[in-house]
């Protein structure tokens, strides 16, 4: 279980990605059009 806090940074970091990633697919999808 001492490989918790690390996985949660992990999870957050992916979070933040992933929040990004998304933004920029909207954008692109309304460049698109």
Do not use: W
């Amino acid at each position: 279980m001492g490989d918790a806090p690390r996985h949660r940074s992990a999870q957050r970091h992916t979070l933040k990605i992933g929040r990004r990633a998304s933004r920029n697919a909207c954008q692109r999808r309304a460049l698109a059009r």
